[in-house]
């Protein structure tokens, strides 16, 4: 596959998904730049806007194995990953694959469920394995999960552990569409839904593909020590407990080099850094203890030091 070709494939991608979600393009493509970037995406916003029906949208668009789960209150951990069951016929224990097995997983109102039950994702999203009773079963590639969650001020939600927040490649919030983009969508939804419409328009083989021309696009030495002075910048600022993690500073790189291929190139720009910073950023971040009544977020923290340091040329 060339890298026009890529691009072309990016695109056909991003238009069959805005069939459903209408006048989002930038939440569209942060999804696919996860996905390209073999990475998860969590979507953060309130009821209504879109979340799960972006993910399914973005699902129908890949071929390859598709499930969901719905989070609940009493969602086990064994409902996620699978249970060995007894054969009494052969005397032994066979594993029964839970729904975690697909391509794209999506994780419907993840933080509705326990946080036992939210840490049986953590060895899937880092390691792309289970293990159950001993065994260790591997995960179909590639695989990406894509999981929505309520605002935490909102009535039967968890807080998501740190450590899972750290293992999303990115967080994003859709927003309430514009005026004439929901007329759009309730026109549109009147006497059938577009979703059922959505056919696949990229393979497995694609996908795996494209995420391997992803990891080849170039990175100047200036704009890895300019991601190293941004991440170096939130482990010292003062109105911060935790800065981002390496981790973080892989994602940034990451998503770069997959912004640039959607944009028809095979290298990163300091603009592709600037775009995705917050977006790759802000959740793996923590207020210190005494800003955190405030009205300071992390994410205007990441645009204050944007704004600070001085952009490679």
Do not use: W
Request: aromatic share 6%; hydrophobic share 45%; charged share 20%.
């Amino acid at each position: 596959m060339t890298r026009i070709e890529a691009t072309a494939l990016c695109e056909a991608i991003i238009a069959n998904v805005e069939q459903v979600i209408v006048g989002k393009r930038e939440v569209v493509e942060r999804t696919l730049v996860a996905l390209l970037a073999g990475g998860h995406m969590l979507f953060e916003d309130v009821p209504g806007v879109g979340k799960t029906m972006l993910a399914r949208a973005m699902a129908r668009s890949l071929g390859g194995e598709f499930s969901r789960i719905q989070f609940t209150p009493d969602l086990l951990p064994s409902d996620i990953t699978g249970v060995s069951i007894y054969n009494q016929r052969s005397g032994q224990f066979s594993f029964r694959p839970g729904p975690v097995f697909a391509n794209i997983l999506v994780a419907d109102e993840v933080n509705r469920a326990t946080p036992r039950t939210q840490a049986a994702l953590l060895e899937a999203m880092e390691e792309r394995q289970v293990t159950v009773d001993g065994a260790t079963y591997p995960l179909p590639q590639p695989f990406m999960v894509i999981a929505t969650e309520n605002p935490i001020e909102y009535e039967g939600v968890y807080p998501l552990p740190e450590s899972q927040l750290d293992r999303f490649l990115i967080r994003q919030s859709i927003g309430y569409p514009d005026r004439e983009a929901e007329k759009q969508v309730v026109k549109g939804q009147l006497l059938r839904h577009p979703l059922h419409a959505l056919e696949a328009v990229a393979s497995e083989a694609e996908i795996r593909e494209l995420q391997q021309l992803t990891a080849q696009v170039l990175v100047a030495e200036e704009l890895y020590d300019y991601v190293l002075d941004l991440v170096a910048a939130t482990r010292q600022h003062d109105s911060l407990y935790v800065g981002a993690s390496p981790r973080g500073t892989l994602a940034l790189v990451r998503c770069s080099q997959a912004l640039a291929i959607i944009n028809g190139r095979d290298y990163v720009e300091p603009d592709d850094i600037k775009q995705l910073a917050v977006s790759t950023l802000a959740h793996r971040m923590l207020l210190a203890p005494e800003m955190r009544m405030g009205d300071l977020t992390t994410a205007q923290v990441v645009h204050e030091l944007l704004d600070r340091l001085p952009v490679p040329v």
